[in-house]
């Protein structure tokens, strides 16, 4: 009887244990950090959330624990989010389809009030509940609507930044309001031409996009870093896509050719003009060094011809002045200097070529003599011949007594 005592005391030990424990943790929890709590009251059902972090009264109500924040994967990845693909398929306006994967963070009400109305008003059991029944659908409506813009090769390529800022931009702020329009684009099946119609934002006077009222709107729940990974389109629209590309490349291509041959056509343009402006300036200037020297001829020309003309002058005045020099000593003298000298100068040739005579020998008969007597004859006629020629007169002047 002593051990089945000392077992059921040891058995009423640890009951007691376990209920001390269960009713401590029923008791009291702790809020760890980044997350806060909504607790429900066990008797009078009052809703509060705390916030903080730290240990808290609990008193056996019902409590959820939320996340302050965290990712919402939209992927089909399996390394993220669930193990599913969890992708978003839109319909482009054009028709073609496509699977969105992405991620987005969600950032929770800081409010206490707020985040109680998540769980009484709009009925959120849990984070994940609040994933799949709210932020699933605004974001897929607002990559839905996008979709409908845009055709799935715009999107792909010119409009991809559009496509993700306004795809973020209605996650934030709400659904745009749309209106419809008519497009003529290629069928992404057929490849002909055919009349689609996509939705055209709406905006007001200023501009801004006009939106439906977002069921974020007074959740206190704000979203940050909006990704689009991966849009997956269908093999039909990747062949177009493929195809178009390539035929861009082509019209780019040739586009590049076009401009090249341009720009080799201006080159050789720029370089012949280059070379007529040179053989112009070098012709411009051979005709202006032709003008040059030819005015400086001109000027050596003029410059000669007033220095001849200057010493014809000179020799003119130098002529007339010796002229008019000898005319006054003629006058003065009867060119008496001069008749002298001529008259010496012929009777010294008279003399001369008379001396050269053999003349007969003397013969004197009586008391004349013939011979040198008829040179001396000779001799004194010309000379008196010349003195008469010259105008001289030999006769000594008489003294003057």
């Keep these: 009887m002593d051990d089945i005592g000392k077992k059921i005391g040891l058995f009423g030990f640890i009951v007691l244990i376990l209920g001390a424990l269960f009713l401590g943790c029923q008791a009291f929890t702790t809020v760890d950090s980044g997350t806060y709590h909504v607790k429900q009251a066990i008797v009078s059902g009052e809703m509060s959330a705390i916030m903080t972090p730290g240990i808290y009264g609990k008193m056996f109500g019902s409590v959820t624990v939320w996340p302050k924040a965290g990712t919402f994967h939209f992927t089909k990845d399996s390394d993220e989010g669930e193990k599913k693909d969890q992708s978003i398929t839109v319909r482009f306006g054009d028709g073609s389809t496509a699977q969105i994967s992405g991620t987005i963070r969600i950032i929770m009400p800081t409010d206490s009030k707020q985040a109680i109305a998540l769980v009484t008003e709009q009925g959120y059991k849990s984070f994940e509940d609040l994933e799949q029944n709210l932020m699933l659908k605004v974001v897929r409506n607002a990559l839905m609507l996008t979709a409908n813009t845009m055709t799935a090769r715009e999107s792909y390529a010119e409009r991809r930044n559009d496509y993700v800022f306004w795809a973020q931009d209605q996650i934030q702020n709400g659904i745009y309001e749309t209106e419809e329009a008519a497009k003529q684009v290629v069928d992404s099946a057929t490849g002909e031409k055919t009349t689609k119609t996509f939705k055209v934002i709406k905006k007001d006077k200023n501009g801004t996009p006009i939106y439906q009222k977002s069921p974020l709107h007074g959740t206190g729940i704000t979203v940050a870093n909006f990704e ?126 008379f001396a050269k005579v053999k003349w007969a020998p003397d013969i004197q008969m009586g008391s004349s003599t013939s011979g040198s007597n008829s040179a001396q004859s000779m001799i004194d006629l010309l000379t008196t011949k010349t003195a008469r020629d010259l105008g001289l007169d030999l006769k000594m002047a008489k003294e003057t007594k």
């Design 228 to 353: 689009i990974k991966d849009i997956a389109y269908s093999d039909v629209v990747n062949n177009q896509i493929a195809e178009q590309q390539k035929a861009a490349m082509g019209v780019s291509t040739a586009k590049a050719e076009v401009l090249r041959a341009e720009q080799e056509k201006l080159k050789v343009e720029a370089e012949g003009k280059s070379a007529v402006a040179k053989i112009q300036y070098e012709t411009e200037q051979t005709k202006i060094k032709a003008v040059v020297e030819a005015q400086q001829r001109l000027e050596v020309a003029k410059l000669d011809k007033e220095s001849a003309a200057l010493k014809k002058a000179k020799d003119i005045l130098e002529g007339e002045g010796e002229a008019a020099k000898k005319k006054l000593i003629m006058a003065a003298d009867g060119a008496l200097e001069k008749k002298i000298a001529a008259w010496v100068e012929v009777n010294t040739v008279y003399a001369t070529e």
